[in-house]
C-alpha cells in the first residue's frame, strides 16, 4: 500500500500512518488523513481508505460517515477492483473511488512532478510502518493512557482542545526518555517528535482561527477559547476562586511555609502559543513547505537518519523562519528545558 501514501505524498502529512492492510486494524480506524494548507492557511483535508482485495458498498457509507464527520474533506476510497455499484454508490455520496491502476498512474504523474519541481519528500516504506507499529506497542506498554489519547486523538476536531492533549501527552512521555532499556528511548524519541508534528498542525489551525485579528487581540482572544473549554469561563472563574480561598487561607495558617501556588486555568504556556500563532501567521503562504521540510526530517528521524532543517532549507530567510517556527513550538511544549532529540529541528 505504499502507492496510497505516494498519492498524497506531498500534502502537509498524514495525521493516521499508512499501514500494511493486514496490519491497519492493529493501529486505527482509516488508512490516511492528509491535510495541505493555502497560503491564508486554509487546508484541503483528504480522507483515504484502503478496501483491500474487494470492495463493499458498506463501506462506502462508513467512509460517508467520516466524511460527514470532517465536514469540508475529499473522501477517497481504494480498492483492487472497483465495480459499477460501488463507483456509482460512491459518486452520488460525493466520494471518490481509485482502482490500485488508477492509482498507480496517479502516484507516477506525482512523483515525476515533485522531481521536477524539487518538493520535499521522503518515501516511508513497509518497514517504516511496521517499526511505528513496534514503537506503539512499547509506548503501550509503557503507558497505556500515551497510546490511547493518541489513537483517537485524530478525531478531535477542536484545535485547542488537542493542542491541550498533545501538551499533556508530551509531559507524560517525557519522563521515559532516560529509560534504561534503549529500546523504551528509542520508542519515546519518536512519540515526542511525532507529538511535535501533531501539535505544529494545531498550532497552524488556531493560526487559522486567528489570522483576522488585530495582534493586540490575540492574546485575550487565545485565553478566552482555553477559558471556554469544557465547562464555562464563567463556571471556571467561580470554582478558581473558590480554590483560591482555600490555597489563600492554608498559606495564611500555614505563615507561609508550605508553598502552594495559585490556581491557573489557562495553560502556563499561553503566552508561547501566541508567539507561535504570531511567527505561523506572518510565514503564513510558506507554512506548507515549512511542515513539509519539517516532515523530512521527521521521517528522516524514523529512518535512524539524522538531517539538520538547516541543511535542506533554501536559503538564510526560509532557514531562519522554520528554526524559529520549530523552536517556538518547542516550547510550548517543553518550556526552557527542549531535549536534545530535537537538535535536528532547530
Partial sequence: MANLYNLLGYFTRFHITIYPTQLRNQATDIDVYAIRYSSQLVPSVYIVEAMGKGDSVSEVFRMYGFKSYFRNCDAILVSDRIDALVLDTAKKLGLKAFSLARLREL???????????QRPHVPISISDAQRVLGFLKTIKTLDEQLFWVYHYLWLENNPYLKLLRLHDLSERCSKFLKATREEDAVATSWYLKEIMMLSLLSCIEIAADCIDLLPTQLNDYLADRFYNLGTSKESKMRIKDSIQVLVD????????????????IVPSYLSDLA????????NAPFIQTYVLLDEMIYRKNLQSVSKNIREVAFG???????????????????????PSIFNDFV
Avoid at 502516484?107 to 519541481?117: C, F, G, L, M, Y
Fill in 249 to 264: 487561607t492554608i498559606r495564611e495558617l500555614s505563615q507561609g511555609k508550605i508553598k502552594i501556588p495559585d490556581v491557573e
Fill in 107 to 117: 502516484t507516477a504523474n506525482d512523483v515525476d512532478w515533485a522531481r521536477r519541481k
Fill in 316 to 338: 538564510d530567510t526560509q532557514r531562519n523562519s522554520i528554526v524559529k517556527l520549530n523552536a517556538s513550538i518547542l516550547k510550548v511544549l517543553h518550556g526552557s528545558s527542549v
Fill in 275 to 282: 508567539q507561535t500563532v504570531k511567527l505561523v501567521i506572518e
